[in-house]
T-cell receptor, first 111, second 112 residues
Framework: DGGITQSPKYLFRKEGQNVTLSCEQN?????MYWYRQDPGQGLRLIYY???????QKGDIAEGYSVSREKKESFPLTVTSAQKNPTAFYLC??????????FGSGTRLTVV | KQEVTQIPAALSVPEGENLVLNCSFT??????LQWFRQDPGKGLTSLLL?????REQTSGRLNASLDKSSGRSTLYIAASQPGDSATYLC???????????FGTGTKLQVIP
């Protein structure tokens, strides 16, 4: 079955460390997205990509970076510049104005 | 700027009850509206997608309606079951790759 795979499910980051969250899709969708979810808040867009080798900042891009070298893959790096990275991170994809498909999420905790 | 509101934030009902979840949006110029379910610690699962030209969509015990003129969508759950307990989110798509706005969700608890 087609879908989005996020890994790892849980990730722990030490102060000053960069960590990378993986997102892979086999839906043949052009667009991919990274969202951050905090308790009591709606999903906030970090980055999105419409096509390979192109991506755009969302509302809260500071302290994050992405790449889109393959259509299927859209990894997110949380850098040491992100001062409050503890959150639930969700990857999504879609095609045109059709609905979104989400992955199962990665919970990142600073230790 | 589009704003999406879901009220109430939490709802508790006895098993078997029919219920309605509400989603309000401020900009009626939307392409579609999508309802999701989120279980604790999990990703979002798509339930129903209503295109702007449609008035409602049905899947099993779920029925979602869309009234663009009033800026409202409702999700109707018939004969609720404990397994329906989850957070339900709606998302309004105003067009474009970064123009989807999510509500903060309604946390539903169905009591056996």
């Amino acid at each position: 079955d087609g879908g989005i795979t996020q890994s790892p499910k849980y990730l722990f980051r030490k102060e000053g460390q960069n960590v990378t969250l993986s997102c892979e899709q086999n839906l043949n969708h052009d667009a991919m997205y990274w969202y951050r979810q905090d308790p009591g808040q709606g999903l906030r867009l970090i980055y999105y990509s419409q096509i390979v080798n192109d991506f755009q900042k969302g509302d809260i891009a500071e302290g994050y970076s992405v790449s889109r070298e393959k259509k299927e893959s859209f990894p997110l790096t949380v850098t040491s510049a992100q001062k409050n990275p503890t959150a639930f991170y969700l990857c999504a994809s879609n095609r045109g104005d059709y609905g979104y498909t989400f992955g199962s999420g990665t919970r990142l905790t600073v230790v | 700027k589009q704003e999406v509101t879901q009220i109430p934030a939490a709802l508790s009902v006895p098993e078997g009850e029919n219920l309605v979840l509400n989603c309000s949006f401020t900009d009626s110029a939307i392409y579609n509206l999508q309802w999701f379910r989120q279980d604790p610690g999990k990703g979002l699962t798509s339930l129903l997608l209503i295109q702007s030209s449609q008035r409602e969509q049905t899947s099993g015990r779920l029925n979602a309606s869309l009234d663009k003129s009033s800026g409202r969508s409702t999700l109707y759950i018939a004969a609720s079951q404990p397994g329906d307990s989850a957070t339900y989110l709606c998302a309004a798509n105003s067009g474009g790759y970064q123009k989807v706005t999510f509500g903060t969700g309604t946390k539903l608890q169905v009591i056996p």
